[in-house]
């Protein structure tokens, strides 16, 4: 099982898997194929005193004004991990040719 919560600042300790969640990202809008080498997507639910995340600055840039809705904003830490294969067995490094397709992916996702 992976540990994200390591890299999310102000995340609520001791509660493991129940402090965040995930989304799949297996393909992209306008795709008719799965990527091979999928990515999930952790993201912060519960902080360490209750309070709001605030807004994922970067995230609010990539989506613009006109997509961007603070109600259903990323919020904290992100984290993507990128898998082999569609079992999600086996993690792999990302390289910067996943940024693009990771930033297209925000531009029209949001949380909820």
Do not use: C
Request: no cysteine; charged share 20%.
């Amino acid at each position: 099982m992976p540990h994200p919560e390591v890299f999310m600042d102000y995340i609520a300790e001791g509660l493991g898997p129940q402090s965040w969640a995930y989304g799949v990202v297996d393909i992209l809008d306008g795709m008719t194929k799965n990527f091979t080498s999928p990515y999930i997507i952790f993201y912060p639910t519960v902080s360490r005193d209750g309070m709001p995340f605030p807004v994922n600055k970067y995230i609010r840039e990539v989506q613009g004004r006109d997509y961007f809705q603070e109600a259903k904003a990323w919020r904290g830490n992100i984290v993507f991990a990128k898998y082999r294969d569609q079992d999600y067995s086996d993690m792999i490094n990302a390289s910067m040719a996943d940024f693009p397709i990771v930033k297209n992916w925000l531009q029209t996702h949001r949380v909820g």
